[in-house]
């Protein structure tokens, strides 16, 4: 097998975890690939702190303390050493809080490629119900299309695929009000969250098969703020695969000014598999914050799959 034939299939069978069944079916992916620079640098435990738009994403009950409406962006080339095929990934996010009703969310992700894509789009609310305690929940549109193939060895050709769905998630955060206890632990906050994905589990297969349905996920961990510094810790279980999560972001400069604040900020983070000990990837970032715009960036370096390469994502957003 030729070294295109082997990475066009590690491609497949690796890296998306995709697979076409050339008849009246096919299964697609939707795995956690990692959406938001912030987010990710801080390897992806980002459940327990959710103060972004990226909220949307990981724990929708984020979205109850954001007072400022809010826009991001995301974009990255995933796996770049892999040159038959480009993989890309987009995320598109807007929050509006609505005063004493709530905040409403609205998102939406694109992974695509030369011969399949997905699309996710996310409706989202979050409110406060007091205590200190705000819940969420994502209605999502699921999406997936692939064209058709043709194989110039064999002369053998199907048509293109495609099936739309649904998926429910649901969030809950807790932000510690026990003064005493923080003051013991010398901490500014303490925050818990909780996160479950896919609870109706819908089948992305075209017939309904129940061998092609999404496995229900969840997400616990923890913030610790003070000061200038987050550090985050996290379990999740998503696609059938549990995780350790860590990560931290340290403040390394901030002033005030009439027209809005400005700060600069280094971020690391790391999971691991737990069923896998190659498994995992090590996140460095940083962000950017001048008066209302945001830019953040952070570098991917994949502890499973290195031949794929390490892979650059990067944020833009503005608060309103």
Known sequence: MSWRKGAETAFLMLIINLSLFLSNAA??????????????G????????ADDANAILYNPAGLANLEKMELTSTYARLFPGIEDDKLHLGYVGL??????????GFGVTNLWADLYGEDVFYFTFARKVGGGLGLG????VLRWNAKGYSDPETGQSEGGFSWNGFAVDVGLLYTLRWEKLLRSIRADG???????????QPSTAQNGSDDARLPMGFEGGIAYLKDGYKTLFSFSRRDDKSKLHFGQEIQLWAQESRLGPSCLLIR????????????????????FVL??????????????????????KVSLGYAF
């Open 27 to 40: 299964l697609a992916a939707f795995v956690d690939v990692g959406l938001g620079a912030r987010p990710v």
């Open 42 to 49: 801080l390897g992806r435990a980002f459940v327990g702190l």
């Open 95 to 104: 929050v509006k809080p609505l005063k004493s009703i709530g905040t409403l």
């Open 137 to 140: 929940g994502n209605f999502k």
């Open 190 to 200: 303490l925050q818990m969250g909780l996160a479950i994905f896919n609870l109706n």
């Open 268 to 287: 690391g983070g790391a999971f691991t598999l737990l069923s896998d000990r190659n498994g995992g990837e090590l996140d460095f970032g940083c962000g």
């Open 291 to 312: 008066r209302k715009a945001l830019i953040d960036y952070t570098y991917v370096f994949p502890l499973a799959l290195k031949d794929a390469g390490g892979c650059h």
